[in-house]
C-alpha cells in the first residue's frame, strides 16, 4: 500500500503537524512572530520581519481549523501585530521587518504573505482576517500588479514612488499561491485569472525556453539576468543560477491552478500538465543526489551543473508536496515511490528529534549547516508537506480545512 492512501501514514502526519505547530509557538513576541534559532529560542540579533509573521498567522490559521487549542490566539496575536506594527498608516502597506525602527522597503515578497495570512484568517474566521485580506488586495492591486506585464513588481520605497529595477520570479510564485488562496476565500475569480497570467508567464514561457530551468532574475523590462549573484551564489533569497526547489514548488502550483480552473468549469491550457511533470522530473534529474550525496541541491548553473550543494529543507517538503499533488492528479507509482523516499529522506536527516522542528539546512555531507539558513524561522513549508497529501488540489489548503475537506478524497 502506497503511503499516500495508508491511514497510519496520515496518524502519523498529523502528529508532524502538532510538533511543529507547538515549536513555532515560541515565537511570539510583541511585535509579532521572531525568527528562532536552532534551539527554539528567539534570535535577539533580528528584526521581527513581516513574512515570518505572516507565514505564522497562516500556519496557526490552519491549526485553528485542525482544531487545535491555542491557535486562535496565535492568528489574533499576528493579526494584531500587523495593524500595529507593521502597517503603514501614512502610504499603506506594510513594512517589510519591525525592530528600532520600521523597515521602509515594501516588498512584493512579503505582501504576497500578508495576502495569505488573511485569506487563511478569513478562512479561520478570525476577527479581522477578512479586513486584512481586503487590504492586502488592494496594495496588491494598486502597487504590486502590473497589468502589462501580468505579473508583479519586485519592490517600492516606503512612499510607493520609487520601483526598484529589479523583477523577480519568486516573488511571484508566491503571488500565485496567495492570489489561489485569496480567488477560493473570496470567490472572485479575477484572482485565479491573474494567477494564471503569472504561471504562463513564468512557466510557459520563460521556464520552457530554458529548458525548465525556471529563471529567477529579471532586469525592469523582463529581459532574465542569467548571471545575476554569480558572485554571491548563496544567497537565501536571490540566490545564482536556478533554485531546484522553486520548480517542485511551481509544479505543485500549476496543478493546483488547473484543478481550480476545472473546479468552475474554465477551459484549462493544454501547456499546464506536461509542465507540471516536465517541473517535477526536472527537479529530480538536475537536484536530487546529483554531487553523489543524498539529498536536492540549492541551485544549478543554466547548463544544469550544481552550483551550490547546501541542502534546504524547504525544497524536500516542496518535494513532497509536489509528488503528492502529481500523483492525485495523475496516479503513478513511481512519484508514490518519490514521495516515500523524501519522507524517509526527512526523518532521517532534516527532522530534529531533539530540539524540534527541521534543520533548515544541511551541509552537501548532510549534517547540519548555516550557511543560507541559520536557525529555524519557519514551519510554514513542513506544515504545508503534513497537509497537502491529506487535501484535495483544490481549493487551497485553508480553504480546504474550512470545508471539512480533510482526509475527503481516497
Known amino acids: 500500500m502506497s503511503w499516500l492512501h495508508n491511514p497510519a501514514h496520515t496518524r502519523w502526519l498529523e502528529r508532524e503537524s502538532d510538533e511543529l505547530l507547538a515549536f513555532a509557538s515560541a515565537a511570539m513576541v510583541d511585535k509579532g512572530f521572531a525568527h528562532l534559532d536552532r534551539t527554539g529560542n528567539v534570535d535577539e540579533t533580528r528584526p521581527v520581519e513581516l513574512w515570518i509573521t505572516c507565514r505564522m498567522i497562516h500556519s496557526f490559521a490552519l491549526g485553528v481549523m485542525l482544531g487545535r487549542p491555542g491557535a486562535s490566539t496565535m492568528v489574533d496575536h499576528g493579526l494584531?501585530?500587523?495593524?500595529?506594527?507593521?502597517?503603514?498608516?501614512?502610504?499603506?502597506?506594510?513594512?517589510?521587518?519591525?525592530?528600532?525602527?520600521?523597515?521602509?522597503?515594501?516588498?512584493?515578497?512579503?505582501?504576497?504573505?500578508?495576502?495569505?495570512?488573511?485569506?487563511?484568517?478569513?478562512?479561520?474566521?478570525?476577527?479581522?482576517?477578512?479586513?486584512?485580506?481586503?487590504?492586502?488586495?488592494?496594495?496588491?492591486?494598486?502597487h504590486f500588479w502590473d497589468e502589462d506585464e501580468g505579473l508583479v513588481m519586485e519592490s517600492w520605497d516606503q512612499t510607493f514612488t520609487t520601483a526598484e529595477e529589479y523583477r523577480g520570479v519568486n516573488a511571484n510564485?508566491?503571488?500565485?499561491?496567495?492570489?489561489?488562496?485569496?480567488?477560493?476565500?473570496?470567490?472572485?475569480?479575477?484572482?485565479?485569472?491573474?494567477?494564471?497570467?503569472?504561471?504562463?508567464?513564468?512557466?510557459?514561457?520563460?521556464a520552457r525556453e530554458h529548458q525548465w530551468r525556471v529563471p529567477e532574475h529579471f532586469d525592469a523590462a523582463w529581459n532574465p539576468i542569467l548571471d545575476y549573484n554569480a558572485e554571491t551564489p548563496a544567497d537565501p533569497f536571490r540566490p545564482a543560477g536556478a533554485t531546484v526547489g522553486h520548480w517542485l514548488e511551481w509544479s505543485r502550483l500549476l496543478l493546483s491552478l488547473r484543478a481550480g480552473l476545472q473546479a468552475r468549469g474554465r477551459s484549462v491550457p493544454d501547456w499546464m500538465m506536461p509542465a507540471a511533470r516536465q517541473l517535477f522530473h526536472a527537479a529530480i534529474d538536475e537536484g536530487w543526489g546529483v554531487d553523489g550525496t543524498e539529498g536536492f541541491i540549492y541551485t544549478v548553473d543554466f547548463d544544469g551543473a550544481p552550483l551550490v550543494r547546501e541542502r534546504m529543507h524547504w525544497v524536500v517538503t516542496e518535494a513532497i508536496g509536489a509528488a503528492a499533488a502529481l500523483h492525485r492528479a495523475e496516479p503513478d507509482p513511481q512519484v508514490a515511490r518519490w514521495y516515500e523516499t523524501w519522507w524517509e529522506h526527512a526523518a532521517v536527516y532534516l527532522i530534529d528529534e531533539e530540539e524540534g522542528s527541521w534543520f533548515h539546512e544541511l551541509g552537501p555531507d548532510n549534517e547540519p549547516s548555516d550557511t543560507v539558513w541559520p536557525g529555524k524561522p519557519d514551519i510554514y513549508h513542513a506544515l504545508q508537506a503534513t497537509l497537502i497529501p491529506r487535501l484535495p488540489l483544490t481549493p487551497s489548503i485553508a480553504p480546504a480545512l474550512a470545508r471539512g475537506l480533510l482526509d475527503s478524497v481516497e
Request: hydrophobic content about 45%; aromatic content about 8%.
Open 80 to 142: 494584531a501585530a500587523l495593524g500595529e506594527h507593521f502597517h503603514d498608516a501614512e502610504h499603506s502597506g506594510w513594512y517589510s521587518a519591525v525592530g528600532a525602527e520600521p523597515a521602509q522597503i515594501k516588498e512584493a515578497y512579503a505582501h504576497a504573505f500578508v495576502i495569505l495570512a488573511g485569506a487563511s484568517a478569513t478562512a479561520a474566521g478570525r476577527p479581522g482576517g477578512e479586513d486584512l485580506l481586503t487590504a492586502a488586495l488592494e496594495v496588491s492591486e494598486r
Open 173 to 206: 510564485m508566491h503571488t500565485v499561491e496567495a492570489y489561489l488562496a485569496a480567488a477560493d476565500v473570496t470567490g472572485s475569480d479575477v484572482w485565479l485569472d491573474r494567477a494564471l497570467r503569472i504561471s504562463t508567464r513564468v512557466i510557459d514561457g520563460f
